[in-house]
């Protein structure tokens, strides 16, 4: 049985991720860290799972370690690795399902990075996790584990 319907597809170096006609987010490929949002730590898996208790995504944005999705009311949910704060929710703990991340606004659009992310909002971008090299934008290079202003 194939993946059908599929609308947009994302990747990174060793995970998929697609998203349905139905709104809905599959994953594999690598799930070491809990990335194919399913509830599970597989190492990896050959075919698709779906991602838990998400649906209404208009996007994904995937790295090695963890991923982020975007619905359609401008929520964002984050999940894997967050050794670095990555997954924004203030704390250092791993999750197999999205965990939501608190924004000031909608969002309008995601990215994530090497054990980073970023969110776009009306007027403004916030970003969160690892910031040895300056990548969140705030002027330092401390990580937050919580969403933080890029500042021009």
């Known amino acids: 049985r194939s993946l059908k319907r599929v609308v947009s597809i994302y990747s990174s170096q060793s995970t998929f ?7 809905t987010g599959w994953c594999w490929g690598a799930g070491w860290f809990g990335q194919l949002g399913n509830g599970s730590e597989l190492s990896y898996t050959t075919k698709p799972v779906q991602i838990a208790d998400l649906d209404g995504i208009t996007s994904i944005s995937v790295d090695q370690e963890s991923a982020c999705a975007l619905t359609s009311d401008g ?15 203030g704390t250092r703990t791993n999750s ?26 009306p007027g403004s971008i916030r970003c969160w996790g690892l910031n040895t090299y ?7 290079t401390t990580s937050s584990e ?5 500042e021009q």
């Open 17 to 23: 991720c697609a998203i349905k006609a139905d709104t």
């Open 96 to 121: 197999p399902v999205p965990v939501f991340v608190t924004l000031p606004n909608a969002a309008r659009g995601i990215a994530v990075g090497q054990q980073h992310a970023c969110a776009a909002l």
């Open 75 to 89: 929520s964002v949910y984050c999940w894997g690795s967050n050794r670095q704060n990555q997954l924004g929710d």
């Open 146 to 150: 919580q969403p933080s202003l890029v």
């Open 134 to 140: 300056g990548q969140l934008g705030n002027g330092s």
